[in-house]
């Protein structure tokens, strides 16, 4: 039997294709001759035009140039920057919102499918408006000292006079009007209760320490610290994650990743003086917020490193909680975790792939996923982001 021959494609190369599926990574899957290409600024069912951007052994890469036959969810983008020559930040803003939530509920379904062999069905929930929502972001400057966002996957700084997915607490406007020192990385956060923070090479402006509130708890966040960027998400996280842990007065929790200690602290009321919090952290900023944010709770213990390290030095837990960066935990942590033999095991995550491949090893190490729900924390791109519950599998 021999394999169909596959087009020879070369950048630049403009092609005509009927675009089947949506891609994880927010692009779009067609063929084109037995050709494997994931495109950008593309919908299901369209046909279009088609620029090769990139080629390589086993798919290609291209850009929608133009649009044949229209999906009835492309809406105009409202960012005049939302193209393919424009910024890389937004890769969804051609798609109506609704839509877009749906689109990544079946790239959940799809990761899961592929990697965990499970077939599983989430509705993506609305949590914030589309735009608007962004409290935090890194700006470039160019070789004029323009404020601006890499173009997709690039190097070259696109100058941009307004974002409309940043929240006005940022002050972008007033940041695109001044001159940079060209090639400068300029970092900034906004918290409600204080000035915006901007950190550009040696200057700093505004308050260095931002402090959220959430759920009646207030949080210290440094520079060095991560905080979810969108500003509904913190409160919308912490909900599902407590309802999820139903931790209970007297509890053991481990909580790994824990940052500066959003979700520890949002259950320390609940799981009482007998109880027990273990934070584990990789960030030294991070657990110094942490230590902050927990104050005088005798309670709380700090391990500062790297989770797969320290986990095996704990034989048992109630509640485990992990927001692991997007690579996920992965075999060794699972591993660990698994010999503490948690009732529950609440996992944050913000790639699905990586919360499929978890999944799959919990599972052979007997634990069900129970509960799996998702959230829209980057209306406008491609990002999802899921809290599951595992249980110990019930063998009776």
């Not at 020879?8 to 009927?18: A, F, K």
Request: aromatic share 6%; glycine share 8%; net charge negative.
């Amino acid at each position: 039997m021999t394999s169909t021959p596959r087009a020879v494609l070369r950048v630049g190369q403009i092609i005509r294709v009927t675009i089947e599926k949506v891609a994880h990574g927010g692009h779009f899957i067609a063929h084109h001759e037995g050709a494997v290409i994931f495109l950008r600024h593309g919908l299901p069912g369209e046909v279009v035009d088609a620029a090769i951007t990139s080629i390589g052994s086993s798919f290609n890469r291209g850009d929608v140039v133009k649009v044949i036959t229209a999906s009835v969810d492309r809406v105009e983008a409202p960012c005049p920057y939302a193209n393919r020559n424009g910024c890389g930040g937004c890769d969804f803003q051609h798609v109506e919102i609704s839509a877009q939530r749906k689109l990544k509920s079946q790239v959940i379904t799809e990761q899961f499918s592929r990697i965990a062999k499970m077939e599983i069905n989430v509705e993506v929930e609305e949590v914030s408006s589309p735009l608007g929502w962004r409290t935090q972001t890194t700006i470039g400057s160019d070789k004029n000292g323009h404020a601006g966002f890499y173009g997709s996957r690039t190097n070259t700084i696109i100058p941009i006079k307004n974002c409309q997915v940043l929240h006005s607490s940022v002050g972008y406007d007033s940041i695109a009007a001044r001159s940079w020192e060209p090639g400068i990385r300029i970092e900034v956060s906004a918290a409600s209760t204080k000035e915006p923070r901007l950190i550009a090479g040696d200057r700093v402006e505004g308050d260095l320490i931002q402090i959220y509130s959430v759920a009646q708890k207030e949080y210290q966040v440094s520079a060095g610290s991560f905080w979810q960027s969108n500003i509904c998400a913190p409160a919308v996280l912490v909900d599902a994650v407590r309802s999820f842990a139903d931790v209970k007065s007297g509890d053991h929790l481990i909580d790994l990743y824990g940052g500066v200690g959003l979700f520890g602290l949002a259950v320390l009321d609940l799981i009482g003086t007998e109880g027990r919090i273990d934070h584990v952290e990789a960030s030294k900023s991070a657990i110094a917020d942490a230590r902050v944010n927990f104050g005088e709770a005798k309670n709380v213990h700090f391990y500062t490193g790297d989770v797969e390290k320290i986990l095996p030095r704990f034989s048992s837990a109630d509640v485990v909680i992990l927001d692991p960066p997007r690579e996920g935990a992965k075999k060794a942590v699972i591993e660990s975790l698994v010999a503490c033999s948690p009732r529950a095991i609440v996992y944050v995550a913000c790639d699905p792939a990586a919360l499929a491949r978890d999944t799959a090893l919990l599972r052979d190490a007997n634990y069900t996923l129970i509960k799996l729900r998702a959230f829209d924390l980057f209306p406008m791109t491609h990002h999802i982001e899921c809290v599951a519950l595992f249980a110990p599998t019930d063998v009776s």
